[in-house]
């Protein structure tokens, strides 16, 4: 369904599309008011006819990801959670965090609720197991063996010969560990350690023992889910108005593992339709598909979505809607978080707006401040001159909208000229009104609030929304606070009475200054990188970034032998002793001609 400009508004699919179309159009009156505005809105259509429901199953949610209509259900997700990543193909598989999931043949446990429970998880696999904690994709040869291995906590591959069987029987355990089963790995190391008692090895027995114990620890904590030991995701939703929250919960082998929550805005679906675009885009791209999914309604095409979820898993995935037992009780725990969540995040909508309007009324602000834009600089001694644009929308902040500045002009170091370069870029020649923030920040004192006015007086932006300069406290002046500027006023304006406020602008300063700062360092290293490679003979832009494409890194391209370096794409036995030659001492060259 499109409006008169084009714009889809919503996608749909249905077995019989006249009888689906009509009831939208042949109702005089709709019972939520969201489809009544949808229905005024629409001026035309476009329909598909595919071969089957399967097929208009799929084409539905590419075209949902693909336009994000605004009446469809789009899931909303305030942050990346993290996970654990292990490459099974690699010989030597090491564990590493990461937020993104990728079909790439490598296992991904997750995800965890926050980057301190990913960090404790990682620890505690380290403490136990053997696994190698290095970083490196492979590990790197060397003569003497690291300090994990000699304290026992590393099989030590990368000094001494290690079979890939036993490295394997290492990460086997992991696996079973990161799974949830823990229980039957408990069962296992009990086995091996009373083998080894048996046999009179009493160090290897008390390795076992070591590991016992912290897995039995680790057991303790675990929250019993299920008594049946099996894996299963756990749906539920929660209500209020046009908000809507899920959650899904994690039960691993029988114990909880965590949660994860979804925001949904104003949805034209009911909960059915709901939980069906749920699982469409949620599974497409998740960790892992347990053999059970409950969930609080069915969802509308539950065939469809079973046979889906079992092409995706290549094995039968059960959808239910449990009504009594063990299992009624886990849908109603994730439907009792997912309450929780939606109030908590409904309460913090509410308190930001709160803090908004204070902030509008204190400062005298033209507009609700609904969108703030902050801009800090970096240079380093004149050089590498950037700029950054961070967005705050609705109290939070927006990273979708930050925008990163190279400085173009000559007089970089001048934080006057680099600001008015870098507020002209964001503010002259805007297609519509619409893109104006209604609030600026401009890290700085006068002098940077002065220059800002007169870059956008000269960009004809200047009175379209309030201006501010946050300037940072100067402790040899006995100063206690940040001060905060407006033009046409002498004096900066007292927040002693109204400190949430200065905090939060100072929240949005330091954000900027934090961005501005990493794009800063990035650009620095860049040209560090760079000219290092630039100054090797015989290599030129194509195979500069054909070795940092490989590597990753310059310090990778140094501690890499001969043979590594001719071996990336591109790169000749000559050119690659003529980089190795570079980074070498000259008592290493020497050992490599010999």
Same mark, same amino acid.
């Given at each position: 369904?499109? %409006? ?47 071969? @089957? ?29 993290? #996970? ?16 993104? =999931? ?6 991904? =446990?997750?995800?965890?609720? @926050? *980057? ?10 380290? $403490? ?17 063996? #690291? ?10 591959? #990368? ?67 299920? *008594? ?56 497409? @791209? ?64 509410? %308190? ?14 033209? &507009? ?5 834009? #902050? ?16 967005? =705050? ?14 400085? &173009? ?149 140094? *501690? ?5 370096? @001719? ?24 050992? $490599?001609?010999?």
């Amino acid at each position: 369904m499109k %409006d008169n400009t084009g714009e889809i508004l919503y996608v749909g699919k249905a077995a019989n599309l006249k009888k689906r179309v009509a009831s939208y159009f042949n109702r005089p009156e709709h019972r939520d008011l969201k489809t009544a505005v949808m229905v005024r809105k629409v001026a035309d259509l476009d329909t598909i006819v595919t071969h @089957s429901e399967k097929e208009a199953f799929l084409l539905e949610s590419n075209l949902i990801k693909k336009h994000r209509p605004h009446y469809n259900v789009i899931l909303k997700d305030d942050k990346r959670y993290p #996970c654990l990543r292990l490459d099974v193909k690699s010989p030597y598989p090491n564990l590493t965090i990461t937020r993104k =999931f990728a079909k790439d043949g490598a296992l991904y =446990f997750g995800p965890f609720s @926050s *980057a301190g429970a990913v960090k404790e998880t990682l620890r505690l696999v380290h $403490q136990t197991f053997k696994l190698r904690k290095c970083r490196s994709k492979t590990p790197k040869p060397r003569q003497r063996p #690291c300090l994990n291995h000699q304290i026992g906590l590393c099989l030590g591959p #990368c000094s001494r010969p290690v079979s890939p069987a036993e490295y394997a029987a290492v990460v086997n355990e992991v696996i079973l560990f990161l799974k949830g089963r823990t229980p039957h790995l408990v069962r296992q190391i009990r086995d091996k350690m009373n083998e080894a008692a048996s046999r009179q090895e009493f160090e290897t027995a008390m390795v076992y023992r070591d590991q016992l114990f912290a897995l039995e620890k680790t057991l303790e904590k675990q929250v019993v889910a299920t *008594a049946d030991f099996k894996d299963r995701d756990v749906v539920g939703i929660a209500r209020r108005g046009g908000d809507v929250e899920i959650v899904i919960l994690f039960v691993r082998g029988g114990f909880l593992q965590g949660n994860r929550s979804f925001q949904v805005s104003e949805p034209l679906a009911a909960d059915d339709e709901i939980v069906s675009s749920f699982i469409k885009q949620y599974y497409e @791209s998740a960790p892992a598909i347990p053999k059970e999914l409950l969930l609080p309604v069915a969802p509308v095409d539950r065939l469809l979505v079973e046979e889906w979820l079992h092409d995706l898993k290549d094995e039968k995935v059960y959808v239910l809607v449990p009504q009594r037992g063990e299992k009624a009780k886990l849908l109603q725990m994730a439907v009792q978080n997912a309450e929780t969540a939606l109030t908590a995040r409904l309460n913090a909508v509410k %308190d930001d707006e709160a803090l908004l309007q204070r902030v509008q009324k204190r400062l005298r602000l033209k &507009r609700f401040p609904r969108r703030i834009e #902050c801009f800090d600089l970096s240079h380093m001694a004149g050089k590498d001159g950037v700029g950054g644009m961070i967005v =705050f929308e609705q109290a939070r902040p927006a990273p979708q909208e930050y925008r990163k500045y190279r400085m &173009r002009s000559s007089l970089i170091g001048d934080d006057y000229a680099m600001l008015t370069e870098a507020l002209s870029r964001r503010y002259k020649d805007l297609p519509e009104p619409s893109a104006l923030p209604d609030l600026l920040m401009v890290d700085g004192g006068k002098g940077q609030l002065n220059a800002a006015c007169k870059a956008l007086e000269e960009s004809g932006s200047y009175g379209s929304f309030d201006v501010i300069g946050i300037a940072k406290k100067e402790e040899l002046r006995g100063e206690a606070e940040d001060k905060i500027y407006k033009p046409g006023r002498k004096n900066p304006i007292d927040l002693r009475k109204a400190p949430d406020i200065r905090l939060f602008l100072e929240r949005i300063r330091d954000e900027a200054h934090r961005y501005v700062i990493g794009y800063q360092r990035k650009r620095r290293m860049m040209t560090y990188r760079r000219s290092s490679l630039e100054e090797i003979p015989g290599i030129g832009q194509k195979r500069r970034t054909a070795l940092l494409k490989h590597f990753g890194s310059l310090k990778r391209i140094k *501690a890499a032998s001969l043979e590594e370096i @001719s071996a990336v794409p591109g790169i000749t036995r000559t050119a690659a002793k003529s980089v190795f030659d570079a980074f070498k001492p000259s008592d290493q060259i020497h050992h $490599q001609k010999h």
